[in-house]
């Protein structure tokens, strides 16, 4: 019984990232260089909408598959600051690694071998 507990301990603290579809929508648009949010909704071709591309850019902050920042503002400047976003390393690494284990699960037997 202890060595059932401290497998399932084990696979709580080794839980693999996930990554979604609109994610990895994300972290291609980012990839290049910094944008902001809604600069990731007009390049989405509609796939990315205004009233989620925030929840989701937090998410995937609070994840570590993205960075953000303030943009520097002249003191001229109306309105609020935009907030800039940039892929990680790792983001890059997980997105590039779901799109490999997706081709390979999308193989029939007779092509993996």
Do not use: C
């Amino acid at each position: 019984m202890v060595l059932l507990h401290v497998r399932q301990l084990l696979l709580v603290k080794t839980r693999l990232p996930s990554i979604s579809p609109v994610e990895s929508l994300i972290l291609d648009l980012v990839e290049e260089r910094e944008r902001y949010g809604l600069e990731l909704v007009d390049r989405s071709a509609g796939r990315l909408k205004r009233g989620s591309v925030y929840v989701t850019l937090g998410r995937m902050e609070h994840k570590g598959f993205v960075t953000s920042r303030q943009e520097e503002r002249t003191p001229s400047a109306i309105g609020l600051p935009r907030r800039l976003y940039q892929a990680t390393p790792y983001g890059l690494k997980v997105r590039d690694a779901y799109r490999l284990l997706r081709e390979a699960l999308a193989l029939k037997p007779a092509e993996a071998q």
